[in-house]
């Protein structure tokens, strides 16, 4: 006998049972060049300071500053500072060192005068403007040697990535990439190198799910679609947790007869949560196929990305204790009124505009849940709490994509 489970909980309820419910994650080190997108498993730590000599903001002259309050005034050229240059002569009273940007800062200089305020002649430059103190890059001003960069839970961004070979690290401790089975399910799915026949549509799901998983650092699989058959899913299943870290499905999650995911996980499965109070995607399930956690999501593409962006994604970064990458929340007016269903929060595709400094939102497209091209060509999607009117002017928060 199948045990109880909540049904039709609410979002954050379904938030809440996918938190009491985590997985552990190992860890391992991993080069700089492959670090991209993964996910940051303890303290990344300076090796030196940034910049690690005081050096030029541009092309110019170091110069004594107290001698440039009243210009124009003639110096003494006695050198020029490169980028890597060493071994640079003091600079005294009535003399200037030709810089280049990145040049180290010779002792004795205290500023910079950019190159175009200059005239030269010969060994002599006539400075035509007050020096800058502040054209000088500063030992350590960008960061400090040991200081930390990055703490456990942030993902490795290009940005990420060039100052952690700034700071000279180039090996780092990162979570080990979990392994994603995305298993598509339905009758009426073909794959792209088939031909489709009355009745049937091209498979998309396991494409965006395997793309946002990739995105979030992690090794998705995708398989073969399932055909509506109990004995083909099981075997399906039992395959895909034999070596992979997370189950997730596309399709047969609702209440029809041919709901066959449902089905299997209601009598062989465990199920924490089957529905949820949220529009699209009210109708996934989440539990274990054995020990591997699974998410159930629905077919209809929209639902099953907004279901992933929402649940999925939130409960792979609780994993790591991250923050979310990609669904950066901004607050806007709404444009449009917008249809919720009291107790439903409610995710509509939307488009942005702006207007005399507000963010204003308006409907984008058709917005039936198997409606992809609205969700592709959209801006963001509204978060419409259970309790909204969705009325025109009204604030909202959009979940950008």
């Avoid at 909980?9 to 552990?24: F, G, M, T």
């Avoid at 409610?346 to 963010?359: A, I, P, S, Y």
Wanted: aromatic letters at 6%; proline letters at 5%; hydrophobic letters at 40%.
């Amino acid at each position: 006998m199948a045990k109880p489970y909540p049904y039709f909980v609410s979002l954050d309820e379904a938030k809440e049972i996918c938190h009491n419910n985590k997985i552990s994650l190992s860890t391992e080190e991993i080069s700089i060049d492959d670090s991209l997108n993964r996910i940051i498993a303890s303290n990344v730590v300076a090796k030196v300071n940034d910049p690690p000599f005081d050096n030029s903001a541009m092309d110019g002259f170091a110069v004594i500053f107290s001698e440039t309050k009243s210009v124009p005034v003639e110096l003494s050229i006695i050198g020029v500072s490169n980028a890597g240059s060493n071994n640079l002569a003091k600079l005294s009273s009535g003399q200037a060192m030709k810089i280049m940007t990145g040049g180290p800062i010779p002792e004795g200089a205290d500023s910079i005068i950019p190159i175009e305020k200059c005239v030269i002649n010969g060994e002599k430059v006539t400075l035509n403007e007050q020096s800058k103190p502040h054209f000088i890059r500063k030992q350590g001003e960008n960061f400090t040697k040991d200081s930390v960069l990055f703490e456990p839970g942030d993902i490795l961004t290009p940005e990420k990535i060039s100052l952690c070979a700034a700071a000279g690290v180039n090996k780092l401790t990162v979570y080990q990439k979990l392994k994603v089975a995305i298993i598509p399910t339905g009758d009426e799915l073909k794959s792209l190198n088939e031909e489709l026949n009355y009745g049937e549509i091209y498979e998309s799901n396991s494409y965006g799910l395997s793309a946002l998983i990739t995105s979030l650092g992690h090794e998705a699989t995708r398989f073969p679609t399932v055909v509506d058959n109990l004995e083909t899913l099981r075997e399906t299943l039992e395959i895909a947790a034999l070596d992979h870290d997370l189950i997730i499905t596309s399709g047969g999650v609702s209440m029809g007869d041919r709901d066959f995911v449902r089905m299997i996980m209601q009598s062989e499965g465990e199920i924490n949560f089957w529905r949820v109070k949220m529009r699209p995607g009210s109708p996934p399930i989440f539990g274990r196929w054995g020990n591997t956690p699974m998410f159930g999501l629905p077919g209809n593409p929209v639902s099953s990305h907004v279901v992933f962006r929402v649940i999925v994604m939130d409960w792979l970064m609780s994993l790591t204790n991250s923050k979310n990458p990609r669904n950066q929340i901004i607050q806007a007016t709404l444009g449009d009124d917008i249809k919720v269903v009291e107790g439903f929060t409610t995710f509509r595709r939307v488009e942005l505009f702006h207007n005399q400094g507000k963010t204003i939102v308006r409907l984008k497209g058709h917005q039936g849940s198997g409606n992809i091209t609205g969700i592709a060509m959209s801006d963001g999607l509204t978060i419409l709490g259970p309790k909204a009117n969705g009325k025109q002017g009204d604030s909202c928060q959009i979940m950008l994509l």
